[in-house]
């Protein structure tokens, strides 16, 4: 398993350039499944997430060619030959279950395995079944797999979320494209991969209105047709990254950030005081004079923190002035990072959803372990700045969601490097 080794060096300088989003990217691709012409993806990120998405669609019979080193995504799904997603795939990655909505609405049935918890929470998918449910379809499950029938094609109808949840509002809007009348979603999610992927639906031939707030109206139709569309920025990616000069000091630019996409993230940088500034080709960053201060974060749905930028934001918080508390609101077990930071002599203190940093002068670098996707970038940012060498360990947490991380912040004169393990 490879590791990374960052010694802690001087300010950052330069630019980062920003990828398409891994999580608009996962639930674009099923959407093929939705029409029997070619859909394509352009600005597609290189990572192994999408290369499971991959597998999982060519499983089903499913055409998908990369071109371009991977950027571009050609999908055809005329001659599907299987509407079953086996346990094998889906383990991998928990938004294999965005292909049961799809096959569900196209062919009327489809066999799809339950995808299991993961590092972060159980995460369950009942939200998704409850939301198929609503529009006529029939669920068993047995053996650890959903087996869904909806004879006669899903029916629209009204979808009650309890709670906001990003999957099941991407599940049940691609199964109403399809849905016989008018299917209504209530408090979906409203993050802009949402948004995303309702444009390209739209580019499809779907019928959406209110993608964005809580309140999404689909008017089914008969069929959907191909389409080309370039996948949105990847916020997450942004805000990652936008992090890097923040802890280093120095003035990076993310080339193709956009202030929109992360408004709650950026106030947060701006009271610990790091300056972001909009440029004619993304977002720069830089640190204000001074320590940086401790703030207060919580975690929400968009438009609020992003959970996925709370493992990056704490390595933040680990040298900045003052105490600061992190209240992580989505997930049930968000804070494996914090541990490893404490190795590297953060002063953390972990109450079940709270945890609460008292800042230190500088960290020093340590040997410390991957988690997670996130947790996993937390700890390279906070050996960007710390006293000598960290290596993180169990790496391929990384290479799902960031391409060539060790390569785009070597280029801002970060000291990086990757090690191939056994
Ligand atoms: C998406 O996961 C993202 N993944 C996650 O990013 C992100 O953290 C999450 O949304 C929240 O923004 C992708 O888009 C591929 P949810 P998702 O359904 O859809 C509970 C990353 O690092 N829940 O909004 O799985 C769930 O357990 C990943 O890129 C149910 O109880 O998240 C969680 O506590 C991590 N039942 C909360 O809701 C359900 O049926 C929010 O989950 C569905 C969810």
Known sequence: MDSIIVTGNGPLSGTIPIAGAKNACLTLMPATLLSDE???????????????????LESLGAEVST?????????????????RADYDIVRKM??????????????GHAVVSLPGGCAIGA?????????????????????????????GGLKGGTVEFPFVSVGATENALMAATLAKGTTVLKRAAREPEIVDLAECLRKMGAQI????????????VERLHGATH?????????????????????????????????????????????????????????RKNGR?????????????????????????????EGTSVLEEKIFENRFMHAPELMRMGANIDVHGGHATVTGVERLKGAPVMATDLRASVSLILAGLAAEGETIVNRVYHLDRGYERVEEKLRNVGAKIERVSGA
């Open 38 to 56: 070619p859909l394509t993806l352009t600005n597609a990120p290189r990572l192994s997430d999408i290369r499971t998405m991959t597998a999982l």
């Open 67 to 83: 071109l371009q080193g991977g950027q571009v995504i050609a999908m055809s799904s005329h001659a599907l030959s299987s509407q």
């Open 94 to 107: 928990r938004a294999s279950i965005l292909v049961l909505g799809p096959l569900l609405a196209r062919f």
């Open 123 to 151: 995460r369950p998918v009942d939200l998704h079944l409850k939301a198929l449910e609503a529009m006529g379809a029939e669920l068993e499950l047995r053996e650890g797999y959903v087996h869904a029938k909806a004879p």
């Open 209 to 220: 209105e209110g993608d964005g707030t809580d309140t999404i109206n689909v008017q089914g």
């Open 230 to 286: 370039p996948v949105v920025t990847d916020r997450i990616e942004l805000g990652t990254y936008m992090l890097a000069p923040a802890i280093c000091g120095g003035e990076v630019e993310c080339l193709g950030g956009r202030i929109d996409l992360l408004s709650a993230f950026c106030e947060k940088l701006d009271a610990a005081g790091i300056s972001v500034e909009e440029t004619k080709t993304g977002l720069k960053v830089a």
């Open 292 to 320: 940086i201060r401790a703030v207060d974060v919580e975690t929400e749905p968009f438009p609020g923190f992003p959970t996925d930028l709370q493992a990056q934001f704490m390595a933040l918080m680990c040298t900045a």
